[in-house]
């Protein structure tokens, strides 16, 4: 199937399921307005990889103007391949921004019980000095509905506290509003359209990342969903409800 008749059937197939959802999720925020530059945060997964595939789609028929870009982080770890990323923002004229990191040598010289968290503050910093190299007004990010649920059981379970992965929040920094347009997507929805549409997957060399509580909990929501098939679209209600998805202007 060649890649025109993909994207009609992208466009049709999943017009309910991830079209939808998307649009919902960048109206209910005002994610991206007319003029702003997104950078969207490709790490080379299937999340990612579709979110820049959605935006750059969206550029044709939205009624909004705006620049996008691609924003990678090289984290070093040991066979990171960023080819596929380039060569995919190359075929469609997206700018390509990249960054080398030695967050991979600081991890493993630091050796902390909890690498993950070291890391995410890592990645942030270098994430934003990317995007300030690259002139974005905002930082798409890939999270979908399965990871607001994840991070608000971590927060609950964990830290005792009410929180997630906002839509809509303005960075630490202050210069960068970071958006998650996927945040009503499924993931199984995702998977199935970046397997249908024949995007790229860059493999994910993290030793750290089939260890990690977030893992646990999206098992814990599996077995959750065998009581409730509905139990996604339950918790995305109470989290609205509970105002937990309010932007956040700091």
């Known amino acids: 199937m060649n890649r025109y008749k993909r994207e009609s059937l992208g466009r049709l197939k999943y017009r309910y399921s991830l079209w939808r959802p998307l649009g919902q999720a960048m109206d209910d925020f005002k994610m991206i307005l007319n003029g702003e530059k997104v950078g969207v945060a490709v790490s080379g997964g299937k999340d990612s990889f579709v979110l820049l595939d959605l935006l750059w789609k969206l550029l044709k028929f939205a009624p909004i103007k705006f620049e996008l870009y691609c924003l990678t982080l090289n984290m070093g770890w040991k066979g990171f391949d960023p080819t596929p990323i380039a060569s995919f923002c190359k075929a469609r004229d997206i700018p390509f921004f990249y960054m080398e990191t030695e967050i991979a040598k600081i991890l493993e010289l630091r050796r902390e019980k909890d690498p993950c968290s070291l890391c995410s503050s890592m990645r942030r910093g270098a994430l934003y000095e990317l995007a300030e190299r690259a002139g974005c007004d905002k930082i798409a990010l890939g999270h979908h509905l399965d990871d ?13 506290s009410l929180e997630t992965g906002r839509p809509w929040v303005r960075s630490e920094c202050g210069r960068f509003v970071i958006i998650r347009p996927l945040s009503y997507v499924r993931e199984e929805v995702i998977a199935s359209y970046h397997k249908e549409m024949g995007l790229p997957l860059v493999e994910n060399s993290c030793p750290y990342a089939s260890s990690n509580y977030r893992l646990k909990m999206k098992e814990i929501l599996r077995e959750l969903e065998k009581m409730n098939p509905n139990v996604k679209s339950c918790i995305l209600n109470a989290l609205k409800k509970g105002g937990l998805l309010n932007p956040i202007e700091r």
């Open 148 to 160: 607001l649920i994840t991070a608000f059981m971590l927060s609950l379970f964990f830290a005792g």
